[in-house]
């Protein structure tokens, strides 16, 4: 797959697995802050956990924006929201061919500090009978079959990631959009699909590169949680290299919310923060390249 790129190709080798292929796209990211304001960089990629049920997923992406804290409520063409990429053709991305490799949609250079939100801007499935929709899936009982994703916020407001991250100054900072398709995608019971954002997690690490990843489910069985953090402590130190929030939605009377966080390989401890209930930290779990290592469920206690 060919496609032209504004930033230096090295910046845009992934290689997570031995036949991991580059990835190159078109789009050039926007500015951030003022001129006098401290400065980093930003790589923003895009990755998956797998579907039992889904053989593809399509998105169309024209353009990613980071909300900085405090204007969660901005309008999407509001100029104080960094632009990663602006694509002048809708970028056609089918998520599920990126489990343990990511695809770069931009860097770029921005204000430090404390971020809050990524938005997705989708194109819109062309209306009338008969046309290709650009947004859509197909199931694995009927993979010839495509059927168009309802994602009307994505083209008015963006599909809005909610998630914490920081950018560092005078650093190449790097977060991962985790796209999980079970969570993200709701049947309707007619017949179509919704894409719903509290199914895309963000994930701050070090850079994107090699991975394996962590995965479980946080749940609590006797009262509600809305949010929580997942973190990632390598061996030997205390702060973490990969960060996200996490949403609990209500199933078979217990509340509950996957979690996968990419990873280079070596050994660390999760660590899972909801208010209200005690802090969790796992025993030393080992990451390979290209392997995911299970938590299974983690069960929020009272404190």
């Given at each position: 797959m060919s496609k032209k790129i504004c930033n230096i190709l090295s910046l845009l080798v992934v290689s997570l697995l031995a036949a991991l292929v580059i990835i190159q796209l078109t789009g050039c990211g926007g500015g951030g802050g003022g001129d006098s304001a401290p400065k980093g960089s930003?790589?923003?990629?895009?990755?998956?956990?797998?579907?039992?049920?889904?053989?593809?997923?399509?998105?169309?992406?024209?353009?990613?924006?980071?909300?900085?804290?405090?204007?969660?409520?901005?309008?999407?063409?509001?100029?104080?929201?960094?632009?990663?990429?602006?694509?002048?053709?809708?970028?056609?991305?089918?998520?599920?061919?990126?489990?343990?490799?990511?695809?770069?949609?931009?860097?770029?250079?921005?204000?430090?500090?404390?971020?809050?939100?990524?938005?997705?801007?989708?194109?819109?499935?062309?209306?009338?009978?008969?046309?290709?929709?650009?947004?859509?899936?197909?199931?694995?009982?009927?993979?010839?079959?495509?059927?168009?994703?309802?994602?009307?916020?994505?083209?008015?407001?963006?599909?809005?990631?909610?998630?914490?991250?920081?950018?560092?100054?005078?650093?190449?900072?790097?977060?991962?959009?985790?796209?999980?398709?079970?969570?993200?995608?709701?049947?309707?019971?007619?017949?179509?699909?919704?894409?719903?954002?509290?199914?895309?997690?963000?994930?701050?690490?070090?850079?994107?590169?090699?991975?394996?990843?962590l995965s479980g489910k946080v749940v609590s069985t006797f009262r509600d949680w809305s949010s929580a953090t997942v973190s990632i402590v390598p061996q030997g130190g205390v702060n973490s290299i990969a960060s996200g929030t996490i949403f609990s939605n209500f199933s078979s009377n217990r509340w509950e919310a996957p979690f996968s966080a990419f990873v280079p390989s070596g050994a660390y401890r999760l660590h899972v923060l909801a208010e209200g209930f005690v802090s969790y930290s796992s025993p030393m779990q080992t990451v390979t390249t290209g392997t995911d290592t299970s938590l299974g469920e983690i069960f929020l206690k009272n404190p």
């Open positions: 930003l790589k923003v990629g895009l990755t998956d956990k797998q579907s039992d049920g889904f053989a593809n997923v399509f998105i169309a992406i024209k353009e990613v924006r980071v909300v900085p804290n405090g204007l969660e409520n901005a309008a999407d063409n509001d100029s104080r929201l960094p632009v990663v990429v602006t694509y002048d053709t809708p970028q056609s991305v089918d998520i599920l061919t990126l489990h343990f490799q990511q695809e770069i949609l931009g860097t770029i250079t921005l204000s430090a500090g404390k971020y809050n939100q990524v938005r997705l801007i989708l194109a819109p499935n062309p209306s009338g009978q008969g046309k290709e929709p650009l947004n859509y899936l197909t199931l694995k009982t009927a993979p010839t079959v495509k059927i168009p994703l309802t994602t009307p916020s994505a083209q008015q407001s963006g599909l809005k990631v909610l998630g914490r991250f920081e950018v560092k100054p005078g650093v190449i900072n790097a977060i991962i959009l985790d796209f999980d398709p079970d969570t993200a995608i709701v049947a309707r019971g007619n017949g179509d699909y919704n894409l719903k954002p509290t199914g895309i997690r963000i994930v701050q690490t070090t850079d994107l590169s090699s991975f394996g990843s």
